[in-house]
């Protein structure tokens, strides 16, 4: 079965900077989907980036970046420039992309952006 | 219009009662999706809605009973629930059952309260 690892249950940015949040996963997949999804406090979870397994460029979405090493199984996300808005529960997922499977998330990673 | 609207936001009930959680979503998804969440913790998938026809119940006890009426709404029937199923209940929808993606919209949410 595939899992989903965030070793980090919480951080914390100073406002401006840039913080790294890791996540490796298991899976004997070879073409996958891997995502991060941002939960903040009392709102509603919206996807902030998409990696698909096969494509080697890394994916980016303005301040959010992705490293992914494949071969790790690593897939860490990095947001440049923190603002008070990037303040919640970030959830690292994975997802087969055999049949109607579900989502398998990680266990998250709370961030606190500091003023 | 992105949005997945869940009603309502907040609901609390005794263990004798009977209630419902409404979902509605207009993107034309054709899958549909309820996850409960405990605080700090990763979202639990309870049922997924595959072209209005349940294809995923991930052993949920029969006290919640799932309801797609058509295929931009969904319910969850709630009766005889215990205190430990108080927890936040997420909606969520995304555009076809296969292939999935995994691009998930949620969502704010329908926070239980069971006394």
């Known amino acids: 079965a595939q899992t989903v690892t965030q070793s980090q249950p919480e951080m914390s940015v100073q406002e401006a900077e840039t913080v790294t949040l890791s996540c490796t996963y298991d899976?004997?997949?070879?073409?996958?989907?891997l995502f991060w999804y941002k939960q903040p406090p009392s709102r509603q979870m919206i996807l902030v980036i998409r990696q698909e397994a096969y494509k080697q460029q890394n994916a980016t979405e303005n301040r959010f970046s992705v490293n992914f090493q494949k071969a790790a199984k690593s897939f860490s996300l990095k947001i440049s420039d923190s603002q008070l808005g990037d303040a919640a529960m970030y959830f690292c997922?994975?997802?087969?992309?055999?049949?109607?499977?579900?989502?398998?998330f990680g266990k998250g990673t709370r961030l606190s952006v500091i003023a | 219009d992105t949005e997945v609207t869940q009603t309502p936001k907040h609901l609390v009930m005794g263990m004798t009662n009977k209630k419902s959680l409404k979902c509605e979503q207009h993107?034309?998804?054709?899958?549909m999706y309820w996850y409960k969440q405990k605080a700090k913790k990763p979202p639990e998938l309870m049922f997924v809605y595959s072209y209005e026809k349940l294809s995923i119940n991930e052993s949920v006890p029969s006290r919640f009973s799932p309801e797609c009426p058509n295929s931009s709404l969904l319910n969850l029937h709630l009766h005889a629930l215990q205190p430990e199923d108080s927890a936040l209940y997420l909606c969520?929808?995304?555009?076809?059952?296969?292939?999935?993606?995994?691009?998930?919209?949620f969502g704010e949410g329908s926070r239980l309260t069971v006394l």
């Open positions: 997922a994975y997802k087969t992309l055999s049949g109607n499977t579900p989502l398998v």
């Open positions: 969520a929808s995304s555009q076809d059952p296969i292939p999935n993606t995994g691009e998930l919209f």
């Open positions: 899976t004997s997949e070879s073409d996958y989907y």
């Open positions: 993107m034309g998804h054709r899958a």
